[in-house]
């Protein structure tokens, strides 16, 4: 069954959005903003990665992060095996694989920069 990637990542960056209590509509084609009711904006982005299994992927997204100042990325594609939540450098990466018996398809996962943690 394929699914639309677009509505996919929606739905990733509404959760994720709502999770870190933000209000109002999410757009992406950018046309709208949620707003949080603080001080400080995040930057939120989606990236189909096509795998994480080749060495120098995960840095790889550390360094664009940084080079783009995204402070929550949302993943699709990651191809680990089952569920983990990791930290490399100053980034937590939690993810959504698949099974041992159907390695190396689909999986997903959120970055998020380490100064994202609630307190």
Same mark, same amino acid.
């Given at each position: 069954?394929?699914? !639309?990637? $677009?509505? $996919?990542?929606?739905? +990733?960056?509404?959760?994720? &959005?709502?999770?870190? @209590?933000?209000?109002?509509?999410?757009? $992406?084609?950018? #046309?709208?903003? &949620?707003? %949080? %009711?603080? =001080?400080?904006?995040?930057? +939120?982005?989606?990236?189909?990665?096509?795998?994480?299994?080749?060495?120098?992927?995960? !840095?790889?997204? %550390?360094? #664009?992060?940084?080079? &783009?100042?995204?402070?929550?990325?949302?993943?699709?594609?990651?191809?680990?095996?089952?569920?983990? !939540? +990791?930290?490399? @450098?100053?980034? =937590?990466? +939690?993810?959504? @694989?698949?099974?041992?018996?159907?390695?190396?398809?689909?999986? $997903?996962?959120?970055?998020?920069?380490? !100064?994202?943690?609630?307190?």
């Amino acid at each position: 069954m394929w699914v !639309d990637e $677009v509505a $996919v990542s929606s739905a +990733i960056c509404t959760q994720i &959005m709502v999770l870190l @209590g933000f209000t109002g509509r999410v757009d $992406v084609y950018g #046309e709208e903003r &949620m707003v %949080k %009711k603080s =001080r400080q904006d995040r930057k +939120i982005a989606t990236w189909n990665v096509r795998t994480l299994l080749q060495c120098g992927k995960l !840095d790889n997204l %550390k360094i #664009e992060m940084a080079r &783009m100042s995204i402070d929550i990325l949302g993943i699709s594609e990651v191809r680990w095996p089952e569920t983990g !939540d +990791i930290w490399s @450098g100053d980034y =937590r990466f +939690i993810y959504s @694989g698949t099974s041992v018996e159907n390695p190396g398809r689909g999986g $997903v996962g959120i970055m998020l920069r380490k !100064d994202i943690e609630r307190k």
